[in-house]
Structure formats: structure tokens, C-alpha cells
């Protein structure tokens, strides 16, 4: 029996994300009475009275009754949500999407150490996100497999093993759609500058893009050796790799995801001493 459908969940904060959590658990058995959505915005409120769960605009009473209360809030507005909950967590496991926020800042303002912090990804949209999760030792096993079975509703979950660690996920698969779009979009107006049509390059381009990835994950082999596997000596593939190779395209992506995780860094201490 997956225990998190026996549970009360509570978000705060009914955007995109939250959504694809929300359809994601109910697709998997989670009775839509046993979640309640506090947003301020009617707009969104009144779509997700659709779905049949719970909403409201007060914070307070919608983590009354709630055993695992998930944050999916702007980082901006973060001290403001959480410092009248201060005190509110007994026997509730608290979760968190908010880029950049800590555990140590989320742990002053509600006191309460039962957090785990996650770092979620857009595909989520569609049930293929990529979620990394990191929490404190005051988080138990049960906690860990509670939090697991959350986030598996819309992707694949994987636990790092220290905190600066979601740095590095932010990094990777936070950030890591956007790099792969503007890989597409280079592709589909390389297509139409060799003379294809705009919808044939398109269709082409991502449906290879959905290709590569599929044999990447069912293959026992790596991609690099993927990659050399569909490499043939003089070949036009090599000719294009060789291109990359010149223009140092490997170590600029090193380099830009090197520069994402410096950013999450710093936004996390800017949130940490915003929230002060």
C-alpha cells in the first residue's frame, strides 16, 4: 500500500507545479477530498475546484488537518507565507519546491526540522520530471519513502546525500530543460536555413530529441558510447561532432552549469538573509 495515499496533503501555493503534483497523485489513487490547495488568487483557486480538491485563501486552516504540507511558493514571498505558521507543524511533514530555500531558513520560520527539500523539474507537467531530494537526519526513513511517493506521481525521484548537493541538481535537471529547448531551437532553424520546412524540421528534431533520449535510458550502454555507436569514420556524423568539438562545445556546457549552480548559491543565501 502506497501510505501517501492514506494521507491528508496540503499545498501552499497552487501554481504549474503544484497542479502536476496534484493530478499526478490523484491519477495514482489519492482521493481528491484528501487534498486542500491555499492560494490568493481566485483565478487559480476556482480551476483547481475542478479537479473536486479543497481550496481556500487561509494558510492556517488549510494545514490544519494535514499530515504532509508541501511549499510551492515564490522564494520572494516565503518569510511572508511561512512566519504566521510558526509553531503550526507538530506531527506534519513539511516539503518544499521554493528555489533556494534552505532547510535551516524554512526550519527558523515554522520551527519544525521535519523537512525535506526538493528541487523539481518542468517535464513534471507531463509525469516525466526528474526530482532531486535532500533532507536533514531529523527527517526518518518513513518520512524519506512518504516524501518518495509524493513527487513519483510525475517523475523519477533520486536522494542526494547533502544539502549543497541540490546546487548541483538545479544545475543538471532544474535548469537542464531549457538547455535541451535551446538545442531544439538551434536544430529546427539549421533545418529550415538547409531548405526544410519549418513543421518538418520541427517534427523531425523532437521526435529525435525523444529518440535519443528513449534509447539512452533502456540501452546498457552509455552515451558516449551511444553517441560513437552512430559515429562512422568520415562519416556526416562526424563531420558535425567535429564542428562541436572545435567550438569547445563540451566544456561550455561544463562551464554554463557551473555557472547555474553558482547562481543557486547565491540566490540561496540571498533568500536566507531576506528571510532573517
Known amino acids: 500500500m502506497n501510505a501517501a495515499l492514506n494521507c491528508n496533503i496540503c499545498f501552499i501555493g497552487g501554481g504549474n507545479m503544484a497542479q502536476a503534483l496534484i493530478g499526478g497523485l490523484i491519477s495514482r489513487g489519492l482521493p481528491p477530498t484528501r487534498i486542500t490547495v491555499s492560494d490568493p488568487v481566485e483565478k487559480v483557486r476556482l480551476l483547481l475546484e475542478e479537479k473536486d480538491v479543497h481550496v481556500t485563501d487561509d494558510n492556517i486552516a488549510a494545514i490544519r488537518d494535514a499530515d504532509i504540507v508541501l511549499f510551492a511558493v515564490k522564494p520572494q514571498v516565503l518569510a511572508n507565507v511561512l512566519k504566521p505558521l510558526k509553531g503550526l507543524f507538530d506531527g506534519k511533514l513539511v516539503m518544499s519546491i521554493v528555489a533556494g530555500a534552505e532547510i535551516a531558513t524554512i526550519a527558523n520560520l515554522l520551527e519544525t526540522d521535519r523537512i525535506v527539500r526538493v528541487m523539481p523539474n518542468t517535464p513534471a507537467?507531463?509525469?516525466?520530471?526528474?526530482?532531486?531530494?535532500?533532507?536533514?537526519?531529523?527527517?526518518?526513513?518513513?518520512?524519506?519513502?512518504?516524501?518518495?511517493?509524493?513527487?513519483?506521481?510525475?517523475?523519477?525521484?533520486?536522494?542526494?546525500?547533502?544539502?549543497?548537493?541540490?546546487?548541483?541538481?538545479?544545475?543538471?535537471?532544474g535548469s537542464g530543460p531549457a538547455y535541451f529547448f535551446y538545442m531544439m531551437e538551434s536544430m529546427i532553424r539549421a533545418g529550415k536555413n538547409l531548405g526544410l520546412d519549418e513543421k518538418v524540421a520541427t517534427a523531425l528534431t523532437l521526435q529525435t530529441a525523444l529518440g535519443a533520449a528513449q534509447m539512452a535510458i533502456t540501452s546498457a550502454n552509455s552515451p558516449a558510447e551511444l553517441r560513437k555507436n552512430v559515429t562512422s569514420p568520415n562519416g556526416t556524423t562526424q563531420a558535425a561532432l567535429e564542428v562541436f568539438d572545435r567550438a569547445q562545445i563540451s566544456q561550455n556546457i561544463q562551464a554554463a552549469l557551473a555557472a547555474a549552480q553558482k547562481r543557486s548559491q547565491e540566490l540561496a543565501q540571498e533568500l536566507s538573509e531576506s528571510s532573517k
Do not use: F
Not at 526518518?140 to 510525475?154: G, Y
Not at 547533502?162 to 548541483?168: G, K, L, V
Open 125 to 173: 507537467l507531463v509525469h516525466t520530471g526528474a526530482h532531486g531530494l535532500y533532507a536533514t537526519d531529523a527527517v526518518d526513513t518513513k518520512d524519506r519513502e512518504l516524501a518518495s511517493q509524493v513527487l513519483a506521481a510525475t517523475g523519477l525521484t533520486l536522494w542526494v546525500n547533502s544539502e549543497a548537493q541540490i546546487d548541483a541538481v538545479t544545475a543538471v535537471s
